[in-house]
């Protein structure tokens, strides 16, 4: 069986996604494609078909699956047709960009009775995130006291915004403290260092505080032009050792004086099997008729966490109220 | 389009390729299946059909494409018979035991007038060696001078032979040199040092020099009970810097006062991911009507240089001689 | 010139002193010895005088410059009986344990009129410390922003305090703080994690957050039941990269699938050179004339940082006032 | 008790030997130097007397022990001078450049009745390798089976010769191979890789083989113009596991999209420990009246496999012979 997906929104991500499951994955195919900009949608369909209303393609009979990596505003209208529609469909993060859209989601969904929405945290499924919770769960290094983590890119597009470092970057560290130690976020505190020189106004690195329900303490700094290259690191504390998310390039290079590993550029070449594995779980969970992947109920906690992060920006430590879990989500 | 695969040989090899096929690789099916064993087939065909005679399924008009992952000695007729059926092939390492048996599939090759054979030298798809090539290449090293090899495996299952460490083992070092120096190889001499106690009689480790063409000198440690891990390292040393495959477990334990890395524990760990790419690579190559991966030549010259290897075991330095290289592999 | 040493304790670090003394320092002996344990100051003496008197043998005339590893709360008063003999006295951090005494060593060193204090702050000796200022200084990673430090050891004896994770753990790390960065602490923040279930009542680890005069942001993690070994690291986040602190023991051990590098126990395996630089340059020092290493000025910043960091255990954010910083420390 | 040394021969290594003894080393002085420069001298003494004639220098009643640092044909004259004169010796490899005159060398300190004579083996001091050797002893590898060497050199003088790679720098790897295996080397190899094109004339890089007394094989690249930085390495696999030489800068720096450290640039930055612990040992080794390090037998050995290194240039396998081993070095 070959699952069909149509994909909204052909930006970098979503044209990566399209690539990805044309090249890759196995029992999927591309079967039709939209963006606000037609000509990139046609590139991205690459002979799928290019339609020119979302909605239309979310209905669209042929259509078994929807991908959504357009902007962030319009991810829970898109989400909430496909629930609709009673289609599984796979949400580029955030799920919605606050708190209220997400429960709207989560409602949709429960008013459907079935897990139909992932939400793309990839990192789920990196080997080095996944070797790190195995390491944890197998008890080699205790229980967790406190975890570090680094996220750097190498720079940012203009128009980033102080709150885009929490909602947009370190939404990936919120969702991986929660996958990780399997708990939710409580609260929130923001230190902020002197800004890089080099970025303008942005208020570039920052640095939180996460605190777990079980009290587990995860530092974060968040650094969006850190010129280098970009790093995502992850120490992990446990009461009688500690796991390092430590990826490194195959090949050492030993000249001029020093010996070298290249630093990847982007989160694509740095994540690109973890995507790869992330669709194809998706695609193969859809065979076998189960969610996969982030929930809803992930998606939500992730925008609420980010939103006391922003808050904290300004007002220090913050803490982090959710509503009652769900059952579909245990 | 899906090209559908026909499967000669399910063992361990051809089963992981069969999960690989249905797992992870986009465009192709497993059609039909057969091994000797029929239960073992029948498990690895997981629902495919499974035939009685491997003759049959090379002519099956169902079956697009062939993969044989049989015994060593079935591996030229079944090559031929894929031939003559005009089927593009991918065979498991040797493409033949004997020169004699690689020149009859060159010369089939070359009445059917286009390549049909890719010979499985799967590393050409890691990337740790292809990050190595590249360097090499960008002129970062120089020229190269030297090449450090060593390939060890935790044990091998009883029957294993000294000549099996050349022929079985370092042949993958035989491929990758050819690869990556893109010369061929010219003479082997081999050391033999003191044979590990844990191995009852066979001569292992074994340590053997190729020279190059141009006088590259490529040492090879071949150690088949190292009992640690499997292990594969290169060093390419040029004229200003080395290249050293140095593929790191993506995450970093500290317990028990020592920092440590995980080794993987075969072959199947260590290069998944080439093996993938290696399959990948040649559906997409059937696809767009062009052979893919190491030749017949490829596999020609690797089973030329085993057997000097092999001969080099008891009379020291041994000189390589191959036939001309047809135009069809230039 | 032979430098003769007079050492005031004899507990584990000041017998340390005495042997790295003896055994790899040029130009000094160790001429007299007190402990309050006599058999204890016979044992480290080897031979030497064993005074029972701290003040006697400050007064010495054989006894050129004085060495302090008693107890925190003698500091002081060995300090000032130093100055007043005008010897040159190397004192085991803390200078003093409150910003009062410190004060007092301060003065007494202003009215002698030249610099006779070192305070033992022993990683402005390390290769690897010294080598993070010079990339800094060098200007290979652009102006610093952000530091991340961890300072974890194997167990500590029983006793130890919650506010001794400030003032004797990371003391090492305000030192180091204001040595890497050229610049005074100005408050602290503390942040308490999960406390470790091995470790009794004892709120061990921590986790602390220094601000410095213009800005950047020095995290650390303090946890002294750490079980796994003594490790102690930092990361130096510039502009335009990072520097890290990543020393490796020079082997490396493959066996039982894993490779791995062993870490050191405590903190006189990991920093025995550091410490015999430390006195070597003490030693060089006094025979030239000139203080050398961390000033009383530097042992009063720590002082005061230190005790910052303790009320930041109870009342959050913590500014640090310092004095006006006298002309001879400049 | 202070060591009076005299040093005959202040080039490269006898000014840094001066200047270490002066610096580092308890329990010495430099009493007296000699260079056939005698500015060269003057600048090396920095105080101490410059004598104009070596054989004097060796007899002055205020010189306990001689340190030989002379071109290496002058230095079985003094080492036999040293010898009758009754005084400890520590001379620069080779002990001699010819087996003779290394017998010459033992005869008369088997004359002597006692071991006067150390041979400036300063690996032997090196963290690194007594790690290594400290871990095979432990027998956390098992049994040697093969030992890779690595001994690259930034660039050589005009005037170093092909025979120099075996004789200056493999002369380094006979020595501890000798010591880390406890065994001699009872034959050598040599295979000749393609030369650098950016070395006019000499023959390198060298691959050398050597065979132990138990059959463990020995591979060593010599490459004295690797360009990148002065680079020694060695793994010595064992039936259970490896151990790895592999020394790291203590710092990491991440910039410009690559992970990197420092490699050093000669052979004093790299060993500049293993120098200090050599002759703090050879000086306590004094006070003790013990000779310590290398002795005249492990000199002759390493001459006398260098040689047959030479041999084996040209001439393929070559044995090495030994006379019987006297008791005084067992």
Redesign the interface.
Known sequence: MTIRIGIIGTGVMGADHART??????G?SVEAVFDVDARRAATAAAGARVLDDPLALIKDVEVDAVLIASSDATHEDFVLASIAAGKPVLCEKPLAPDVAGCLRIIDAELAAGRRLVSVGFMRRY???YT??RR?LAAG????P??M?C?HRNVSVPDGFTGSMLVTSSAAHEIDITRWLLAEEIVAV?S????????VGALPD?Q?L?FETA????V?V?V?VN????Y?VRCEL?G?????????????????????????P?DWRDRFA?AY?HEL?DWV?GIGAGAARGASAWDGYAATAVAQAGVAALESGRTAVELVTKPPLYK
Chains 1, 2, 3, 4 share one sequence.
Not at 21 to 26: D, E, Q
Not at 191 to 198: E, G, K, Q
Not at 214 to 217: K, R, W
């Open positions: 499951l044309r090249a890759t994955i196995s999927a990196d080997a080095g070797s790190l390491t080699e290094i205790g229980a006291l406190l570090h680094v505190t230190h902020r260092p002197r800004a890089s020189s080099l690195p640095f505080v079980s009290g587990v303490l530092d700094e650094f850190a010129r280098y290259g790093d504390v009461e009688r050792g500690t796991a390092t998310l430590a990826p490194e390039a195959p090949t050492l290079v030993r000249r001029d004086a020093s010996a070298s590993r290249a630093i550029h099997g790869a194809q193969d």
